[in-house]
């Protein structure tokens, strides 16, 4: 009995002594292939939706340690927000009702159709010139951006009646790359951009409306980057109210959709959480701790900013892999997603 107790306590004792101490830092990879890589090396702190904190167990190499990202002072966390469901404002919601989910459906098969739309592949730059035709359809005056010889974004304005503002909605058509594969990643956020603008053309608002097609993205957010850069560097950059970003919004089965954007905008957060209770059946998780899409550079630039992503905690299981297409999709999930985005542009132009 004695030795028993001394062994337990030894054991104790040794647990402790290997638990791993020291900074805490978040992981702003989780591609695959870079989650395998990191596994040896970390303990999970904690992980709820899109917020992973671990702790080193051992020195992992500089190829691990550029997916992870040492946590200071600031506001992290990942919650639900419970509330009632409220009655949706009229004004709001006779222009969120014209969201068609066969749109969304279609525009994801379209986009699948490309053997790949991986950066700078022939493949990418029909799928930009599709887009583009698309947005110019609506009646949008339109442009390409590119931040490298043929590898470009799109830009798609309809001008404001009064102020000088601009709401800015952004999704990347780039993939990384599988045969007609990036359905959810993502097809499902430029098919969402584009029935906004479709359901936006025409309207009166006050606010400059810019649909922003981004490319690059999975290359380390390069189109994204070098937008917000050029934008920052003319000035322009202050007339942007508003960075609302699609990336991921069509594979779901729980009904909440994640709200992601830094403790500096968390009100802008909370606004959007309640435009959830009101306007969609969807129920709504905000995360502080923002990473890994095209809303880092323009909160980076002190934009108010937000990803809308379907809960990273039941994610596809297809990311980033051959299997992320078309018929894995949750499209009414996806259609509720794009309601919220536009009853988001209303709010912010103050209807
Ligand atoms: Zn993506």
Same mark, same amino acid.
């Given at each position: 009995?004695?030795?028993?107790?001394?062994?337990?306590?030894?054991?104790?004792?040794?647990?402790?002594?290997?638990?791993?101490?020291?900074?805490?830092?978040?992981?702003?990879?989780?591609?695959?292939?870079?989650?395998?890589?990191?596994?040896?090396?970390?303990?999970?702190?904690?992980?709820?939706?899109?917020?992973?904190?671990?702790?080193?167990?051992?020195?992992?190499?500089?190829?691990?340690?550029?997916?992870?990202?040492?946590?200071?002072?600031?506001?992290?966390?990942?919650?639900?927000?419970?509330?009632?469901?409220?009655?949706?404002? &009229?004004?709001? +919601?006779?222009? $969120?009702?014209?969201?068609?989910? #066969?749109?969304? @459906?279609?525009? =994801? *098969? &379209?986009?699948? +159709?490309?053997? $790949?739309?991986?950066?700078?592949? #022939?493949?990418? @730059?029909?799928? =930009? *010139?599709?887009?583009?035709?698309?947005?110019?359809?609506?009646?949008?005056?339109?442009?390409?951006?590119?931040?490298? *010889?043929?590898?470009?974004?799109?830009?798609?304005?309809?001008?404001?009646?009064?102020?000088?503002?601009?709401?800015?909605?952004?999704?990347?058509?780039?993939?990384?790359?599988?045969?007609?594969?990036?359905?959810?990643?993502?097809?499902?956020?430029?098919?969402?951009?584009?029935?906004?603008?479709?359901?936006?053309?025409?309207?009166?608002?006050?606010?400059?409306?810019?649909?922003?097609?981004?490319?690059?993205?999975?290359?380390?957010?390069?189109?994204?980057?070098?937008?917000?850069?050029?934008?920052?560097?003319?000035?322009?950059?202050?007339?942007?109210?508003?960075?609302?970003?699609?990336?991921?919004?069509?594979?779901?089965?729980?009904?909440?959709?994640?709200?992601?954007?830094?403790?500096?905008?968390?009100?802008?957060?909370?606004?959007?959480?309640?435009?959830?209770?009101?306007?969609?059946?969807?129920?709504?998780?905000?995360?502080?701790?923002?990473?890994?899409?095209?809303?880092?550079?323009?909160?980076?630039?002190?934009?108010?900013?937000?990803?809308?992503?379907?809960?990273?905690?039941?994610?596809?299981?297809?990311?980033?892999?051959?299997?992320?297409?078309?018929?894995?999709?949750?499209?009414?999930?996806?259609?509720?997603?794009?309601?919220?985005?536009?009853?988001?542009?209303?709010?912010?132009?103050?209807?």
């Amino acid at each position: 009995m004695k030795n028993l107790i001394f062994s337990a306590l030894t054991l104790l004792l040794l647990t402790g002594l290997t638990q791993p101490v020291g900074p805490i830092y978040q992981v702003i990879s989780q591609h695959p292939h870079d989650v395998t890589e990191l596994n040896p090396y970390i303990e999970t702190v904690s992980e709820e939706g899109r917020l992973w904190l671990v702790r080193l167990k051992s020195e992992a190499p500089a190829k691990v340690m550029k997916n992870l990202r040492l946590v200071g002072n600031e506001k992290l966390s990942s919650r639900l927000i419970d509330s009632e469901k409220r009655s949706p404002r &009229a004004s709001i +919601s006779k222009t $969120t009702e014209l969201v068609e989910i #066969e749109n969304l @459906k279609a525009d =994801v *098969t &379209a986009l699948s +159709s490309y053997k $790949t739309r991986a950066a700078g592949t #022939e493949d990418n @730059k029909r799928a =930009v *010139t599709w887009v583009q035709e698309r947005l110019n359809t609506l009646g949008y005056r339109t442009q390409q951006i590119c931040y490298r *010889t043929g590898v470009c974004s799109v830009i798609a304005d309809q001008p404001g009646a009064s102020e000088t503002g601009v709401l800015l909605v952004l999704a990347h058509l780039d993939s990384v790359g599988r045969d007609f594969a990036g359905a959810d990643d993502n097809a499902s956020g430029t098919a969402s951009l584009l029935e906004m603008a479709r359901v936006l053309a025409g309207k009166n608002l006050r606010h400059n409306l810019r649909f922003f097609v981004t490319n690059g993205e999975e290359n380390g957010l390069l189109g994204a980057k070098h937008y917000a850069q050029q934008l920052s560097a003319s000035g322009e950059i202050r007339q942007i109210k508003l960075a609302l970003n699609m990336d991921m919004v069509g594979y779901n089965s729980n009904g909440i959709i994640e709200l992601e954007t830094n403790a500096a905008f968390e009100d802008l957060a909370n606004e959007v959480a309640q435009l959830v209770h009101s306007h969609t059946t969807l129920k709504p998780k905000i995360t502080l701790g923002a990473w890994g899409s095209d809303h880092v550079p323009f909160l980076e630039k002190n934009v108010p900013t937000l990803l809308t992503i379907e809960d990273w905690s039941t994610k596809t299981p297809c990311y980033h892999a051959s299997c992320d297409k078309p018929d894995t999709l949750n499209y009414e999930y996806a259609g509720e997603i794009t309601k919220l985005n536009i009853a988001t542009v209303l709010m912010k132009d103050g209807i």
